[in-house]
């Protein structure tokens, strides 16, 4: 019997079970205290009204002879993915339905598609960022480089002909920092990769968050990309599927890497190992794609937005520096008083009683930094800008 060993190699446990484990400590030790949680991003508005009679409609119908839908197809049904394909087209970004594979969400598929790789490759990861991409690589046996991201690049790393890799991460906006990239920067990503043969696995999830001109929200906007990228989505974030599970993965015909076209054996891998997601929760994702289910959707969106300046406000009327919270949920600060991650997590939480997530979880770049989410409840998030602002002013 052999053990996977890489898992050795890894943190102990995963960042935002850490943190669970933490506050869960704290709050036993001091149960008179209301803790407001500002760390994983999860959301907490309601499912829209659409998708839940879109729920409740495919559920009725499994409970006729006629709706009854057993195993469904692998990739998804071709009422979401064409629902998803006139998404992007409606931004001028053309995909095909058959390029659109529909997941259980994009945390899981950032990890299965890299059963597509082999495990000798070397993989570009940005730092700081979603901790999952460097946890999967490393429980593979992957080798990991980083790409160093601070104030001094905007927190937007770029290609660099000293770190070639066979892999290359973009998550834009960034989780954490919320930085964007714009598609020219985009393009020479895309041709660093085209004249390596390296492969870019391009995390999407926060691409609703965008609003400013100019900015990309996926990387087929860019020339080029359908040769090297695969883009991974979520509607976790833009619907509230966190507790639902759905997400889907765009893997371009063009792609090609030694012999093999990865459209192709992605389909073969999943429906080798996927059995696709339920009905009634394709049903429900599909309905965010409709008028009513988009308008309810930006509505919550908005709200989502509106936290986000007040949690940036409380920095700025405290002298904080941040960045983040316009094209993305997340507000990414510098720790006051010099605090590294992990001080200045504890002291919040005992200061203010708020949770954040230390930026030392996101890799080596984000430590002396502090990521707080904007999908929190309103009164709750006034509450915690409130408390933050008069802890920080103590110090
Ligand atoms: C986060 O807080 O970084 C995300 O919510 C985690 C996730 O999407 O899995």
Redesign the pocket.
């Known amino acids: 019997m052999k053990m996977n060993r890489h898992y050795t190699e890894m943190a102990q446990s995963y960042l ?1 079970s850490t943190v669970n484990k933490k506050v869960s400590e704290f709050s036993a030790a001091h149960p008179e205290r209301e803790i407001i949680r500002l ?4 959301v907490t508005l309601p499912l829209a009204k659409p998708v839940i009679q879109a729920l409740h409609q495919a559920v009725d119908e499994m409970g006729t002879a006629e709706g009854f839908h057993g195993y469904g197809p692998e990739q998804g049904y071709p009422f979401l993915k064409d629902a998803i394909r006139d998404y992007y087209a409606e931004r001028g970004v053309q995909v095909a339905s058959d390029e659109i594979f529909i997941s259980d969400g ?2 899981s598929d950032l990890a299965n598609i890299l059963g597509l790789f082999g495990e000798d490759n070397t993989v570009l990861v940005p730092d700081p960022v ?1 901790p ?1 991409y460097v946890d999967d690589n490393i429980s593979d046996g992957r080798r990991v480089i980083y790409a160093q991201a601070g104030e001094e690049n905007g927190f937007l790393p770029m290609p660099d002909e000293s770190k070639k890799a066979d892999i290359i991460y973009i998550c834009s906006p960034s ?2 920092t919320g930085a964007v990239y714009t598609p020219a920067q985009l393009k020479e990503w895309v041709d660093f990769a085209n004249a390596n043969g390296s492969v870019i696995l391009f995390d999407a ?1 926060y691409e609703c968050f965008v609003t400013e001109p100019g900015k990309a929200r996926s990387i087929f906007e860019v020339e080029g990309a359908r040769t090297c990228a695969i883009e991974i989505c ?1 509607f ?2 833009i619907a509230g599927f ?1 507790g639902t599970r759905c997400g889907y993965t765009l893997v371009p015909m063009e792609l090609e890497r030694e012999g093999m076209n990865l459209n192709k054996t992605w389909l073969r891998r999943q429906t080798t190992k996927f059995n696709g997601v339920p009905y009634i929760v394709q049903r429900a994702a599909a309905a965010v794609f409709t008028k009513e289910g988009m308008a309810e959707i930006q509505h919550n969106l908005d709200y989502y937005r509106q936290n986000a300046r007040v949690i940036a406000q409380a920095l700025e009327e405290c002298g904080v520096w941040y960045c983040g919270g316009k094209n993305s949920p997340y507000i990414w600060m510098k720790c006051p008083g010099g605090m590294d991650s992990w001080t200045f997590f504890d002291w919040l939480l005992e200061n203010a009683g708020v949770v954040g ?1 230390p930026g030392a979880g996101f890799g080596a770049c984000g430590e002396g930094f502090f990521r707080l ?1 904007a999908f929190g409840n309103a009164e709750k998030t006034k509450e915690a800008a409130q408390r933050m602002k008069q802890a920080i002013a103590s110090l």
């Open positions: 935002f760390g994983i991003g999860d994009a945390k979603y999952t989780n954490p999830a979520s976790s974030k966190t997530t989410t």
